[in-house]
């Protein structure tokens, strides 16, 4: 199976930089072994095509996601099967099969190349890479692949402090709010907790009934999943599946308050 039935061969603002250096490593024996090679240099006379451009676009945010859920899951130091288990299931839930040997052979890659370089020079990379990435990603599409962060984060049932650490330290090296963060660690229980439906919708239980209705529409707003649509189907329907979870905390809010 071609690498490029999930992660294809251009990589747009990948080609050079701390992402691109881990593109090398991780994917470049991959494509050796019979997939479409991978390049940051396909400019022709008349500018990238619409489609390379897409194609960019696309494979830059699904690696950065794997580079960013490489540090995630080994913020306690180790690598469990149950967790690979977890990754798994969550690329096929949200990619389709294709993404699952791929992705899987990508994340061991860069727990190696982790380990080779120990765990301050890795961190430094990372927050190299986030700089990198917020120079070429808007907020929506940043705001989303942390959506991702969190969910594999989340996906045995609990996230320890270690991986919460993690998540704080990549969504700040993305400019991602505290707000933001918090409301997405709050998501899976909106529509059933109360408490996590003001942190949905980055509010304290003392908000006005105007307050409660501004903060939904700002949210709405930011996290709408139109603003994500360049980047493929999979990753709007991912997004929608978030977008509905805000609005569950709304009506959830809504109901207690009788609006």
Known sequence: MGVGKWIGGFFGFMSGGP????????????????????????????????????????????FSLLVLASYII???????????????????????????????QILLRLFDRQKQMGTMAFKNTIREACAEITQHMDYSQRLQLTNFLVMIAQA?????QSEID?????????????????????????????????????ITPDATDDEVKAAYRRMALKHHP???AT???DVRKA?????????????????????
Do not use: C
């Open 19 to 62: 992402l691109g250096a881990l593109a090398g490593y991780a994917l470049g024996w991959l494509f050796d072994k019979g997939a479409e090679g991978f390049s940051g240099d396909n400019y022709q006379d008349g500018g990238y095509s619409a489609q390379q451009q897409y194609e960019g676009q696309r494979n830059s945010f699904l």
């Open 226 to 228: 139109d603003r994500v």
């Open 74 to 104: 080994k913020a306690d130091g180790k690598v469990m099967h149950s967790e690979m288990e977890f990754v798994r299931s969550f690329l096929r839930r949200n990619f389709g099969e294709a993404a699952v040997s791929q992705g899987e």
């Open 166 to 202: 993690a998540l704080q330290f990549v969504a700040a090296s993305l400019g991602i709010s505290e707000e933001d963060l918090a409301s997405m660690l709050n998501l899976s229980t909106g529509s059933t907790n109360i408490d996590a439906a003001y942190k949905v919708l980055g």
């Open 239 to 259: 997004a929608e599946k978030k977008f509905q979870e805000i609005n569950a905390a709304k009506e959830t809010i809504y109901k207690a308050r009788g609006l």
């Open 231 to 233: 980047l493929g189907e």
């Open 156 to 160: 045995d049932g609990s996230v320890p």
